[in-house]
T-cell receptor
């Protein structure tokens, strides 16, 4: 079953702009992860935020987590054409499993 | 190079045939996973294995089978019982040092098409 739901489903921005996408989930979690998938490829892990953390940065990525609202956001600053991809949030479940959302497709226009 | 390999990249199957998708990792990870991805959708878990010679059903195991005879290998068989097997199949692995921190490493995927 899919616990995470990303919003929006698709996002188109100009190069240099920021991109923000959100993830909502239903049950309590230990951590939340974000992954990127280029078209027709496997997923690449971007960042993991633990349930006791509120914000985390990695390069041009900023992730927030609000456990009271059961939501997370991923911000990509100063976007580049290479950021064009689908982005998925994943929440941990029991027994080492992850539950993935349907993803946000980001298109960065030159 | 350490990583996960999947083969073949593209696979075509006739209806009624079983096919096996290969997944190999040299990351020394204990856990391995198989996911199915349909167009515009997220990943759905088919099977997973935390240790050699043991595996568990995921959310959509019907019509699929797996084996885990070696730590490095986790092949997936799509049987003729799977009614709609055309999809993109992704294999992943993760270390099992800490229960909660299970970043997964993905292979490049196999695109299966039923003719």
């Amino acid at each position: 079953s899919q616990q995470g739901e990303e919003d929006p489903q698709a996002l188109s921005i100009q190069e240099g702009e920021n991109a923000t996408m959100n993830c909502s989930y239903k049950t309590s979690i230990n951590n939340l992860q974000w992954y990127r998938q280029n078209s027709g490829r496997g997923l690449v892990h971007l960042i993991l935020i633990r349930s006791n953390e509120r914000e985390k940065h990695s390069g041009r990525l900023r992730v927030t987590l609000d456990t009271s609202k059961k939501s997370s956001s991923l911000l990509i600053t100063a976007s580049r054409a290479a950021d064009t991809a689908s982005y998925f949030c994943a929440t941990d479940a029991q027994d080492y499993k992850l539950s993935f959302g349907a993803g946000t497709t980001v298109t960065v226009r030159a | 190079d350490g990583g996960i390999t999947q083969s073949p990249k593209y696979l075509f199957r006739k209806e009624g045939q079983n096919v096996t998708l290969s997944c190999e990792q040299n990351l020394n990870h204990d856990a391995m996973y198989w996911y199915r991805q349909d167009p515009g959708q997220g990943l759905r878990l088919i099977y997973y294995s935390q240790i050699v010679n043991d595996f568990q059903k995921g959310d959509i195991a019907e019509g699929y089978s797996v084996s885990r005879e070696k730590k490095e290998s986790f092949p997936l068989t799509v049987t003729s019982a799977q009614k709609n097997p055309t999809a993109f199949y992704l294999c992943a692995s993760s270390p099992v040092q800490a229960r909660s921190y299970n970043e997964q490493f993905f292979g490049p995927g196999t695109r299966l098409t039923v003719l």
